[in-house]
């Protein structure tokens, strides 16, 4: 008699539950699944948390091997604006169509909360990707001194002046309408002579160019 009794109590708490769990999927599924939303302070923190975890020491410590030239800025300037732009924008706000659309949003690169990493911490991103955000992994290959030439201008980044993000602009990637308008505009120039085959980056290629 009594036995019966716990295995109907354990049942009815076992469906309670599942209902239970059933009633917040729904919720989720009805309101929570916008990649327009913000992450919770809490799902932040445990982010946070869970990738500060993931990281090797050994990863925090290591230094840049590249040395920093002026011509090295201006690799690693373009290539900001090539691959990263689209979703960071030149200035490293985040101030995107593509950024504002991802869940989480990519921080503002130029406030503490970058520029406190270390340049070896930046690297293993940059090379790693972070898992289940939109932040891609740009390693594999011969990309580890494109990568180190990106946490130069990371650092950089708060200090970006008016006429570099205006040079960042025609180094952005162009719609293909885009390219077309260039392409007539050429041809205009040319007083109308087919123009010499423009030059295209291609993007599968990855982080090295
Ligand atoms: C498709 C969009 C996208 C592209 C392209 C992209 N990122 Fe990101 N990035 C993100 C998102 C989203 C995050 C935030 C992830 C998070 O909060 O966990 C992020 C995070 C980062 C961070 C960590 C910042 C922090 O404070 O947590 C760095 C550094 C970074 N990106 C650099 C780059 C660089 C350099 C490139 C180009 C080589 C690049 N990203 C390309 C979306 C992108």
Not at 70 to 86: G, L, R
Request: hydrophobic share 40%.
């Amino acid at each position: 008699m009594k036995k019966t009794l716990v295995v109907t109590t354990s049942l009815l708490a076992v469906v309670a539950l599942l209902a239970f769990g059933a009633w917040v999927y729904m919720k989720t599924a009805m309101y929570g699944f916008s990649a327009r939303a913000e992450p919770s302070r809490v799902e932040a923190m445990l982010a946070g948390y869970a990738r500060e975890t993931a990281m090797p020491a050994s990863a925090r410590a290591m230094k840049n091997p590249i040395a920093f030239t002026p011509a090295v800025h201006q690799e690693a300037m373009a290539h900001f604006a090539d691959h990263c732009a689209v979703c960071h924008a030149n200035n490293g706000s985040g101030d995107t169509m593509f950024g504002k659309g991802l869940y989480p949003k990519p921080p503002d690169l130029r406030l503490a909360r970058t520029q406190n990493m270390t340049d070896g911490e930046l690297f293993y991103i940059l090379e790693n990707g972070i898992r289940m955000s939109g932040m891609p992994a740009f390693g594999g290959g011969d990309s580890t001194d494109d990568s180190w030439k990106l946490v130069y201008f990371i650092r950089h980044l708060p200090q970006l002046s008016a006429a570099e993000e205006t040079q960042m602009e025609s180094m952005n990637p162009k719609t293909s309408e885009e390219s077309e308008e260039d392409k007539a505009e050429e041809q205009f120039l040319n007083g109308g002579a087919p123009s010499a085959p423009t030059t295209t980056i291609n993007h599968m290629k990855g982080h090295s160019k």
